[in-house]
């Protein structure tokens, strides 16, 4: 019987099935951070009982975290304490836990990847909406809730029910100044924010193979802005030239007997899925939000097709030329190595907008130093930009980088909900050149109306 890759790795993963029920499924990896995993071992410790296999789990500090002065202790007690939890907890249990200041720190969902933990046609998980991204990589990755956290450091186990499948193939090349961000926003727009509900989606089509890993995990990241479970993209020679060489990646004999294997993980020609679409690459523009959903999106040059009170935006109004408050260049969708380059070189040779904050901020202490590695750093300082230190920072107002109540910022994060980055604030989605082209001009422009440097 012919079937889909995620039909594959389900199936390969099932411990027990429950006759007209879930699937007990396996977890390869399980990654945890400070705000979902206290509750969980606090549960285990009630039971008596230990995480059944310590060296499947790995650790890290992200949501709480500041983005300048890591080296101080953490002023703020509610963020300080579920840090100090964790490091007690893993500590406890022998778990790899990348504190801060540790070399791969940074945002579990960057560090994953970048360390060769994620690999490929694994079952992961995180007590994290946006665990999706692994699966960029050929995975089944998801976020779990904290009663879930604790079943999978108990067990290794989760008790899953089989999403539905849908198929979204995207065919075509990208037009210039349109990234990975744009074609998710473009496709989320169209179909909505429960368009996903229910289903498990697979990425596929001549547009998306072309993209790197970073824009992969981009694509896999916002799967669940549609409602879905998750979202995965069929492994490929970027895949394993991506994975090839990091830390926990298999070596010798052992790579290749990977990588022949992990070849092998794709759908099947004549696979069925529950559901399919297919968008033109051509058609997808330079992508902005104007609502408070990921899906209330639209071309950069279009009009508000909606009034907005929270935002304050009406029906009919142009965004362009739109003053901006702040800019976020970060987080788990776009704070990788691959973001601040098309930064980077958007600004050289420009200044900053006098009456703009701007937060820059790495997805990871690797992202810092390969940043300095790579002359970006003198390139962002040279335009007036200070660079952060690595942390989930304004994605989220669960740290100091908030924005203030009523202030506009364009944001290459996730979300746009209410309140999201702050009391009040108000979030416009975009990738990291309408980010970087509104840090120039303090007001909400197209890029492709700028003459972009050539590097």
Request: charged share 25%; aromatic share 8%.
């Amino acid at each position: 019987m012919s079937k889909t890759i995620f039909d594959k790795i389900w199936d390969s993963h099932i411990v027990k099935q429950i006759p007209d029920g879930p699937s007990v499924l396996y977890i390869d990896r399980h990654y945890i951070h400070e705000v979902t995993s206290p509750q969980a071992f606090s549960g285990l410790e009630k039971r008596d009982v230990k995480v059944f296999r310590p060296s499947q789990t790995f650790a890290t500090c992200d949501h709480n975290v500041p983005t300048i002065n890591q080296h101080l202790p953490i002023k703020d007690e509610s963020s300080r304490i579920p840090v100090e939890k964790l490091a007690e907890n893993t500590k406890k249990h022998g778990i790899t836990y990348f504190p801060l200041g540790h070399p791969s720190n940074g945002v579990v969902h960057i560090i994953g990847p970048e360390l060769g933990i994620t690999q490929v046609g694994m079952t992961i998980v995180c007590g994290d909406s946006h665990t999706s991204t692994h699966g960029a990589f050929g995975n089944i990755a998801f976020g779990i809730g904290t009663s879930e956290v604790e079943m999978v450091l108990a067990t290794q186990s989760l008790l899953q029910t089989k999403p539905k499948k849908m198929l979204i193939q995207v065919n075509g090349r990208l037009n210039d100044s349109v990234c990975a961000k744009d074609i998710i926003l473009h496709i989320i727009s169209k179909l909505g924010t429960s368009s996903g509900t229910g289903f498990f989606i697979e990425f596929a089509g001549s547009a998306i193979s072309s993209l790197s890993m970073e824009e992969r995990m981009t694509i896999c990241n916002m799967s669940i802005e549609m409602g879905a479970r998750g979202g995965l993209i069929a492994p490929d020679e970027i895949t394993f030239s991506y994975l090839k060489g990091r830390r926990y990646s298999p070596k010798g004999a052992d790579w290749q007997k990977a990588v022949e294997k992990w070849k092998e993980l794709k759908s099947d020609r004549d696979a069925e899925y529950d559901t399919k679409y297919q968008f033109k690459a051509e058609d997808v523009e330079p992508m902005i939000t104007y609502g408070t959903n990921p899906g209330m999106g639209m071309a950069i040059d279009s009009i508000v097709p909606e009034t907005n009170e929270y935002m304050g935006f009406t029906k009919g109004e142009k965004l362009t030329e739109k003053k901006i408050d702040y800019v976020f260049l970060g987080s788990c969708t776009n704070g990788r190595i691959e973001d601040f380059r098309a930064f980077a070189n958007f600004v050289k040779g420009r200044k900053k907008a006098d009456d703009v904050e701007v937060w820059l901020v790495p997805g990871s202490i690797m992202v810092e130093n390969e940043i300095e590695k790579e002359g970006l750093g003198d390139v962002l300082r040279g335009a007036g930009f200070e660079i952060r230190q690595p942390g989930c920072s304004a994605c989220l107002g669960m740290n100091d980088d908030k924005v203030p109540d009523k202030k506009y910022c364009i944001s290459t994060s996730n979300r746009n909900f209410e309140g999201r980055q702050g009391p009040g604030a108000r979030t416009l989605l975009a990738g990291p050149l309408v980010a970087a082209a509104a840090a120039i001009y303090g007001i909400v422009t197209d890029p492709r109306t700028i003459k972009q440097n050539i590097s």
